[in-house]
Nanobody, 116 residues
Framework: QVQLQESGGGLVQAGGSLRLSCGASGRTLSYVTMGWFRQAPGKEREFVAASIWSSGITNYADSVKGRFTISRDSTKNTVYLQMNSLKPEDTAVYYC?????????WGQGTQVTVSS
């Protein structure tokens, strides 16, 4: 059974940075296209970033392009999301999943709150 566990969220002031981590148990992430998603209060979950395993190509939502970076460490079976220049509108629960996401892989997410 695959379990994804997000961590690294917290409260940060606008302009600050956070690094989120996504660890996996039950399967290796080395050959899997992985993504980060987020859900703000009262809104639907949305795509944030993806890392294509076969090419190393990354893709970002326009709202985070240039500020967020997705990366992975195969030795730790972990995917990261480095978030810089955070804005209050980045406040959300952040989730990792495959891309496209699998319904059974959603974890609890990690809360990111950006104060103005």
């Amino acid at each position: 059974q695959v379990q994804l566990q997000e961590s690294g969220g917290g409260l940060v002031q606008a302009g600050g940075s956070l690094r989120l981590s996504c660890g996996a148990s039950g399967r290796t992430l080395s050959y899997v296209t992985m993504g980060w998603f987020r859900q703000a209060p009262g809104k639907e979950r949305e795509f944030v970033a993806a890392s294509i395993w076969s090419s190393g190509i990354t893709n970002y939502a326009d709202s985070v392009k240039g500020r967020f970076t997705i990366s992975r460490d195969s030795t730790k079976n972990t995917v990261y999301l480095q978030m810089n220049s955070l804005k209050p509108e980045d406040t959300a629960v952040y989730y990792c999943n495959t891309y496209p996401p699998r319904a059974t892989y959603w974890g609890q997410g990690t809360q990111v709150t950006v104060s103005s």
